[in-house]
C-alpha cells in the first residue's frame, strides 16, 4: 500500500577543490592538485525521499542528481546516479575516537565516454567542538574505473579534497525544499532532519565531556551526597519547616557536648556537601579535630539537597532571610541549649542572607565568618551585563525554570534546550574539559574558571563539579542584580506586606549589631571581587566601635576557601584563630 503521509526533503550543496591523477591518498592528491592548479567541483541536488525512513536507518540512501567539473576531466560531466548516506559508523576508522561518515558515490562519464565513480566521505570524529566546520564541510574522495556500488572497492584513478566554502554553505541553507501532504507535515519532516543532524553531530562531539565527568554517571569514585568524609562522629538529621511552608533539614556532626557551637552555611546551589568532602582535610573534620566538637550544617531553601529549585518558583534572598534562618537557629537553639555560643562561617549567598537577617535583628549569634560577599555585592563588568539580561533571557524567551550545571551531560540523544545551552557555554571555555565546570562560571562571575582556581583542586573534585553544584532558581539572580546595581543588599519586594519584618535597606540595622564578624575573601575571587573588603570598609565607617575585620585568603577564589585541597592548611587555621577569639 503507497502511504499518503510521506514528507520528501531536498537541498543543494557545492563543493570546490583539487585532485591529482594517478593518486590514491586524497590528501596528497589535494596538495598536488593545487599546485598543479587541477580544480575539480560538484553541483548536487540531494533528495531525502521520505524523511522517516532516512532517519532511523542507516542503510536508506538519499538521491543525489547534478554535475561535475573539472577541465582534466573534460568539462561539465552529468551525474548518471548518485547515492548520498548522511551519517555511517564508521567503527573500523580511528577506533579509539567516536567516528561517523558521510557517504557520496557518484556515477559519471568523463569527456571521452569513460565510466567514472566519485566515491567520497565525510570524517565526522571526536576530535573537539571546534572542528565540527572543518569536519562537516570536507571531503575526501576518489575517482574510480567504472561505475561501482557504494559499498563495493573499486580502482582509484585519482584523489583529492572537496571543501564547502562559507560563501556556498549560506546559500545552501537557503535551498532546502520539502514535499508532504499538508504544510505542518512538511515543516514536521524538516524540523525532524534537522533535529537528527544536530543529535548525530552531538553524538559524536558530545562525549567527550561525559568521558571527562565519568562522576556524574555510574561510575562515581565519590557517592552523591556522602557523609564519609566526616570520621569519628555521630551524624543526626533534623528538619525544620518554615513559615511559607518549606521542611528544610540539617546535619549535625557531635563527638562531645560543647559550649561552642559551629553552625556551617553553604551558598547558593551548592550544600552541606561542600563541607564535608571526603577528598581532602575537610571543614568538619577540622573543627571537630579542633575543639569544635558539635558542628551543624545548615541546608537550606538553596541547597541541591532539596528539589525546590528543580522547579518553577518566585524564592528571593528575602524568603530566606525572613524563613529560613530564623527558623533553623530557634530549632538549633531548642538542641543545644541556652548556655551555649553559637558560631557561625557562611559563604556566599548563605552568607548575603544570614548577614540580612542578622542586620534585620531576626537572630542572634556570638561571631560569624563571612566569605566572598555579604551586604555590598560588588561584581565584574561582565558579571554585571549578565546579570541585567541573562534572567530575562532564560524566563521569558528561553523559557528555562532554572540554571543547572548538570545540562551539559543529559543522557540521551538529541540536543534539548538545557544541552545545548551547555555546549554553546562549552565553546567559550577551552580551560578544561568539565562541562559543569563551564556551566558554573556561565552561572556566577567573569572568568575562566570562574568559581575557581583549578589548581587548588583535587582532580575527583573538579571532576564531580555537577555532583557539588545544583539547579539555581532565577529569581534570585533577579534580586541579586538589583543589590548589584545598588551595591548593597535591599528589599527585592520593598512594598509587598509579607516582607514587612524586613528593612527596605539592610544596612540601615548596622547600628544595632554588636557581633563580632571576619569577612574574608579569596584575592583571586572572580563572583565577587572586593565584595568584603568593601563592606567592612562601609561597616567600619557606619560603626567605627564594632568588631568588623577583613581578611584576604592568598591565592584563592570563590569557592575553593572550602573545597581547595590545602584548605586545612592555608584558609581554615583564621577562621580557627577568629573562633577561639570569640569562644568561652
Excluded at 146 to 173: K, N, T, Y
Excluded at 437 to 445: A, L, N, P, Q, R
Excluded at 454 to 477: I, K, P, Q, W
Aim: glycine share 8%; proline share 5%.
Amino acid at each position: 500500500m503507497t502511504r499518503t503521509d510521506k514528507v520528501s526533503v531536498q537541498f543543494t550543496e557545492d563543493m570546490k577543490g583539487f585532485y591529482s591523477p594517478g593518486v590514491v591518498d586524497p590528501t596528497s592528491g589535494y596538495e598536488s592538485g593545487k599546485r598543479s592548479d587541477t580544480a575539480i567541483m560538484f553541483h548536487l541536488t540531494i533528495a531525502i525521499p521520505d524523511v522517516d525512513f532516512f532517519l532511523i536507518d542507516p542503510a536508506e540512501q538519499g538521491v543525489a542528481n547534478g554535475y561535475i567539473e573539472s577541465e582534466s576531466l573534460g568539462g561539465k560531466c552529468d551525474v548518471e546516479h548518485g547515492v548520498f548516506r548522511l551519517f555511517v559508523q564508521a567503527d573500523d576508522v580511528e577506533p579509539h575516537l567516536n567516528v561517523k561518515n558521510m557517504k557520496y558515490q557518484l556515477h559519471f562519464r568523463d569527456g571521452e565516454g569513460q565510466k567514472k565513480t566519485l566515491a567520497g566521505h565525510k570524517i565526522v570524529r571526536d576530535n573537539g567542538v571546534q572542528n565540527i566546520w572543518a569536519d562537516t564541510s570536507t571531503l575526501y574522495f576518489q575517482i574510480l574505473d567504472g561505475h561501482i556500488d557504494i559499498d563495493e572497492d573499486g580502482v582509484s584513478d585519482a584523489a583529492g579534497v572537496l571543501h564547502i566554502l562559507p560563501e556556498d554553505f549560506a546559500r545552501q541553507m537557503t535551498t532546502f525544499r520539502t514535499t508532504g501532504p499538508n504544510m505542518l507535515a512538511r515543516l514536521r519532516g524538516l524540523s525532524e532532519f534537522f533535529k537528527v543532524f544536530a543529535g548525530s553531530l552531538w553524538s559524536v562531539y558530545g562525549p567527550h565531556l561525559r568521558q571527562a565527568e565519568p562522576h556524574l554517571w555510574s561510575d562515581r569514585d565519590i557517592p552523591v551526597y556522602s557523609l564519609e568524609g566526616v570520621k569519628n562522629a555521630e551524624i543526626s538529621t533534623h528538619y525544620v519547616t518554615t513559615e511559607d511552608r518549606l521542611t528544610l533539614s540539617f546535619l549535625r556532626f557531635t563527638r562531645a557536648p560543647s559550649r561552642n557551637v559551629v553552625v556551617l552555611l553553604h551558598g547558593l546551589s551548592t550544600s552541606t556537601d561542600m563541607f564535608v568532602m571526603p577528598e581532602h582535610y575537610n571543614l568538619v573534620n577540622y573543627l571537630l579535630d579542633n575543639g569544635y566538637t558539635d558542628v551543624i550544617s545548615f541546608d537550606w531553601r538553596g541547597s541541591m539537597r532539596h528539589n525546590f529549585d528543580l522547579f518553577p518558583n518566585t524564592h528571593n534572598m528575602d524568603d530566606v532571610a525572613l524563613y529560613d534562618h530564623p527558623a533553623a537557629f530557634r530549632e538549633i537553639r531548642k538542641i543545644v541549649g541556652d548556655d551555649v555560643r553559637i558560631h557561625v562561617i557562611s559563604h556566599c549567598v548563605g552568607s548575603i542572607t544570614f548577614n540580612m537577617s542578622l542586620f534585620a535583628g531576626l537572630v542572634e549569634v556570638d561571631s560569624v565568618i563571612s566569605n566572598s560577599v555579604s551586604l555590598n555585592p560588588i561584581v565584574s563588568r561582565w558579571a554585571h551585563v549578565k546579570l541585567k539580561f541573562a534572567p530575562f533571557l532564560m524566563l521569558y524567551i528561553l523559557r528555562f525554570p532554572n540554571l543547572n550545571p548538570r545540562w551539559g551531560t543529559l543522557p540521551g540523544p538529541g540536543l534539548p534546550q538545557g544541552k545545548l545551552l551547555a555546549k554553546a557555554v562549552s565553546l567559550f571555555h577551552r580551560e578544561c574539559d568539565v562541562s559543569a565546570c563551564h556551566m558554573t562560571s556561565f552561572m556566577w562571575g567573569d572568568g575562566h574558571p570562574a568559581v575557581w582556581q583549578h589548581e587548588n583542586l583535587e582532580t575527583v573534585t573538579h571532576e564531580r563539579t555537577g555532583d557539588l553544584f545544583g539547579a539555581v532558581s532565577l529569581n534570585y539572580f533577579r534580586h541579586i542584580a538589583k543589590c548589584v546595581r545598588h551595591e548593597a543588599v535591599l528589599k527585592f519586594l520593598p512594598g509587598d506586606q509579607a516582607y514587612d519584618a524586613l528593612p527596605d535597606k539592610y544596612l540601615d540595622g548596622a547600628a544595632k549589631v554588636t557581633t563580632p564578624i571576619l569577612f574574608v575573601a579569596g584575592d583571586k575571587n572572580h563572583v565577587f571581587p572586593g565584595a568584603n573588603e568593601f563592606t567592612v570598609q562601609v561597616l567600619n565607617r557606619l560603626k567605627p566601635e564594632n568588631r568588623f575585620e577583613f581578611e584576604s585568603l592568598d591565592g584563592y577564589g570563590h569557592q575553593d576557601p572550602f573545597m581547595g585541597k590545602n584548605a586545612a592548611n592555608e584558609v581554615f587555621p583564621r577562621f580557627l584563630r577568629f573562633l577561639q577569639a570569640n569562644s568561652v
